[in-house]
C-alpha cells in the first residue's frame, strides 16, 4: 500500500502537470492548433510505446529478477540503448514533418519538428520513472514528479504571460522539464556506465531485450490503434476542431488511466518476485492470490471516478474549458467506464508478462486492432466524436475480456503439468503410493 500510494503520488504529479498544459492549450489556442497538438501528441505515442517495448518494459522484468545484484550497471547499458533509440525516432518524426509539410500542413509539421528535438528528453524520462518502479522506489520517481510539476507549470506560465503558449512551445517546455528530472534521477539512481565493447553484460541483456522485446513491440504496436487512432481518424472524417474535441473529452479520463498505469508498471516486478518466490507451487498460490486480489485497489479508484464524471459531465467541462467543447460533455458517461475496463486489462496482461508470456497477449490486442480498424474507423464515419467514444471503449472491453481468457488458460495449463510431474510413474486409478513404496504384487498383476 505504501508503495502504491507513492506510485500513484508519481502518476498523479506528472498528470497533474500534462494536465494543467493540456488545458490551458485547449482554452487559449484555436480548436485547429490543438487538433494539431493531438495528432502530432499520438504520433510521439507510437515512437513512445516501441520505445516502452524494447527497453522499459524488458527492465521491469529483468531488473527485479535476472539483473537485480548489477542493477546499476546493467540501467547504464539501458540508457546507451535509448540514445541509439531516441535518435532513430528523432529522424522519424522530421522526415514525417517534411512530408506534411509537402501536403500543405504546415501548423502540424512545425509541430513534430519541435517534438522531434523534444523526444530524446522526454523518452529519457519515462526511462527513468520506470527505473525507480525496477527498483520498487517509487517515492524517487514521485520526487522527479514534484519537480517535474515545477518546472512544467513555471514554463507554461512564462509562455502564457509572454503570449508564446503553442503546440510547438509546449512540446519545448515538456522536454526541457523531461532533461532536468531526468538527470536528477540518474543520480539518485547511482547509474554506473557500462562499456559497450567486450561487455558480457551488454551482450546479455541486448539478447534478453531481443528475446522478450520482438513480442512486446508487437504488442505494444497492436495496443497503440485502440488507443490513439481516433485521435487520427476523426481529424480525416471531421477535421482537427472533432480531433479537438475528442482529446478535449479524453484530458478527463487520463488522470485515472494514468494512475492504473503507474500502478500496473509497479505491479509487474511484484508478481515477478511472486512468481520467483518459495518453491514451485508455492509460487504459484502466491502468484495468483496477488493476481486476484490487485484486481480490487485497480478497479474501486475508477468505479468511484465514474460516478463523479457521469454526474458532474457538463459543469466540469464548461469550467475547464471555458465554455468551449461543450456539445459533447454527456459522451463523459460512456468514456469515463475505460479506465474501469482497463483496470482490468492491466492486471490481466501484466501477469502474463510476469510469467514471460508476452506471445499470449499478441491475439488479444491483434483481435481488438482488427476490430478497431475496421468497425471503429466505421462508428467514426457515421457518428463522429460519438462514434469514436463507442470504438474506444469497445475495443478496451475485447482486449479485457481475451487478456483473461488467455490469462486462466495458461495457469490452468500450469497446473495440469504440476500435477503431471507430481504424480508417480505407476498408479492405480483412485489409488495414491508414496513414490519411495514398491507396486504391490496384486496390484501388479490387475495392471498387468
Not at 535509448?82 to 529522424?91: E, S
Not at 518502479?133 to 513555471?154: C, I, N, Q, T
Not at 488458460?409 to 510413474?425: E, F, G, K, M, N
Request: glycine share 10%; charged share 15%; aromatic share 12%.
Amino acid at each position: 500500500m505504501t508503495k502504491g500510494f507513492w506510485a500513484i503520488s508519481d502518476q498523479g504529479l506528472f498528470a497533474t502537470s500534462n494536465f494543467a498544459l493540456n488545458v490551458l492549450l485547449a482554452r487559449w489556442i484555436s480548436p485547429y492548433d490543438y487538433g494539431a497538438f493531438s495528432v502530432a501528441f499520438a504520433i510521439f505515442t507510437l515512437v513512445g510505446v516501441i520505445h516502452t517495448a524494447t527497453l522499459t518494459e524488458p527492465m521491469l522484468v529483468f531488473g527485479p529478477g535476472k539483473y537485480k545484484d548489477r542493477f546499476s550497471e546493467y540501467l547504464g547499458t539501458v540508457i546507451h540503448g535509448h540514445l541509439g533509440f531516441a535518435a532513430l525516432g528523432g529522424l522519424l518524426l522530421l522526415l514525417t514533418s517534411l512530408g506534411l509539410a509537402l501536403f500543405g500542413l504546415n501548423s502540424l509539421s512545425v509541430t513534430l519538428v519541435a517534438l522531434a528535438f523534444a523526444e530524446p528528453f522526454i523518452l529519457l524520462l519515462w526511462l527513468m520513472r520506470r527505473a525507480c518502479y525496477a527498483r520498487l522506489e517509487p517515492h524517487l520517481a514521485a520526487s522527479g514528479g514534484a519537480l517535474y510539476m515545477v518546472l512544467m507549470l513555471a514554463g507554461a506560465y512564462v509562455l502564457y504571460r509572454g503570449e508564446w503558449l503553442s503546440a510547438s512551445s509546449a512540446f519545448g517546455v515538456m522536454g526541457f522539464s523531461s532533461l532536468v528530472v531526468s538527470v536528477w534521477l540518474i543520480i539518485r539512481l547511482r547509474v554506473k556506465r557500462s562499456p559497450l565493447r567486450r561487455s558480457e553484460l551488454a551482450r546479455d541483456s541486448l539478447d534478453s531485450h531481443w528475446r522478450y522485446g520482438r513480442w512486446s513491440v508487437a504488442n505494444e504496436g497492436l495496443n497503440w490503434v485502440p488507443m490513439n487512432i481516433y485521435f487520427v481518424l476523426l481529424p480525416i472524417f471531421g477535421g482537427l476542431e472533432a480531433g479537438a474535441s475528442f482529446k478535449a473529452l479524453m484530458n478527463l479520463i487520463m488522470p485515472m488511466l494514468q494512475a492504473i498505469w503507474a500502478l500496473a508498471i509497479l505491479l509487474l516486478p511484484v508478481l515477478v518476485r511472486a512468481r520467483d518466490e518459495g518453491d514451485t507451487s508455492g509460487g504459484r498460490t502466491r502468484f495468483g492470490t496477488r493476481v486476484r486480489l490487485a484486481l480490487v485497489p485497480f478497479a474501486l479508484g475508477p468505479i468511484l471516478y465514474w460516478l463523479v464524471l457521469g454526474l458532474f459531465h457538463q459543469q466540469l467541462v464548461d469550467w475547464l474549458y471555458g465554455g468551449q467543447y461543450t456539445e459533447h460533455a454527456a459522451l463523459l458517461w460512456l468514456l469515463g467506464l475505460s479506465p474501469i475496463v482497463a483496470a482490468v486489462k492491466q492486471v490481466m496482461g501484466q501477469s502474463l508478462k510476469a510469467l514471460q508470456r508476452p506471445d499470449q497477449l499478441f491475439w488479444a490486442f491483434a483481435f481488438s486492432a482488427v476490430l478497431t480498424l475496421t468497425l471503429g474507423t466505421g462508428f467514426v464515419y457515421l457518428w463522429g466524436v460519438v462514434g469514436a467514444g463507442i470504438g474506444f471503449l469497445g475495443s478496451q472491453a475485447v482486449t479485457a475480456v481475451l487478456a483473461l481468457f488467455f490469462y486462466r488458460r495458461l495457469r490452468s495449463s500450469q497446473h495440469q503439468t504440476a500435477s503431471a510431474r507430481r504424480q508417480p510413474r505407476w498408479s492405480v486409478p483412485g489409488r495414491r503410493y508414496p513414490a519411495t513404496t514398491e507396486l504391490p504384487r496384486e496390484e501388479s498383476n490387475e495392471l498387468a
